[in-house]
Structures are given as C-alpha cells and as structure tokens.
C-alpha cells in the first residue's frame, strides 16, 4: 500500500495561484500514474490531471493552460501548479496513484486538501 500526504490547499482569491504537493511512501516501487482528482459539494469527484512516469499529461479541459502537474520519480512527489484560479475551482482535492502489480490494478488516494477559491 502507498500512503500519500498532500498539502499547499487554502483560501485564495480569484485570479490567484497555489501549488499542492503530494508525497508518496510505503510501497512506491513502480508507481505509474500519479495525478489528482477534485469534488465539489453536491458534485461527483472528476479527474483534474494526471502524469505518467514517463512524463505523458492529461489534463481535463476545465483546467487545461491554467493548471500544470510536474512529478518528481526521485522524491515520489506529485505537484499541482494551480494559477488564474476561479470560484468553481473551489473543491477538496485528492492526490491519487496507480500501480500495477502482478497484472493487478492498484489505486491509493490522499486525505483530501480544501481548496476554496473566493473574495
């Protein structure tokens, strides 16, 4: 099992920037996807962005050229740089990673980290 500790979430105002990190351990040894998820109050948790170990991004067209994911395979680290934020970017966001191991799919999330987005 992998456990991951995020944190950079807050209050920021619109038009704003904040960057959250998540930090990996346990079990690391051939993690593949690392990326983060966001849910809204009343809303079903949807992707926000996703980096494979080779470097290759997703992002989901709501964020794509305000947000930027970056990883680091030497710390086991996922980066979230979130710029021009709006107030429907005001969510928990959960930091997520995927493994595969023995032909079998592996996913482990984060606590969640509150991002509010409001003046």
């Known amino acids: 099992q992998v456990q991951l500790v995020e944190s950079g979430g807050g209050l920021v105002q619109p038009g704003g920037s904040l960057r959250l990190s998540c930090a990996a351990s346990?079990?690391?040894?051939?993690?593949?996807?690392m990326g983060w998820y966001r849910q809204a109050p009343g809303k079903q948790r949807e992707l926000v962005a996703s980096?494979?170990?080779?470097?290759?991004?997703n992002y989901a067209d709501s964020v794509k050229g305000r947000f930027t994911i970056s990883r680091d395979n030497a710390k086991n680290t996922v980066y979230l740089q979130m710029t021009s934020l709006k107030p429907e970017d005001t969510a928990v966001y959960y930091c997520?990673?995927?493994?595969?191991?023995?032909?079998?799919?592996?996913?482990?999330w984060g606590q969640g980290t509150q991002v509010t987005v409001s003046s």
């Open positions: 997520y990673v995927r493994k595969v191991v023995d032909s079998q799919l592996y996913t482990d």
């Open positions: 346990g079990s690391v040894v051939g993690l593949n996807v």
């Open positions: 980096t494979g170990r080779g470097g290759l991004t």
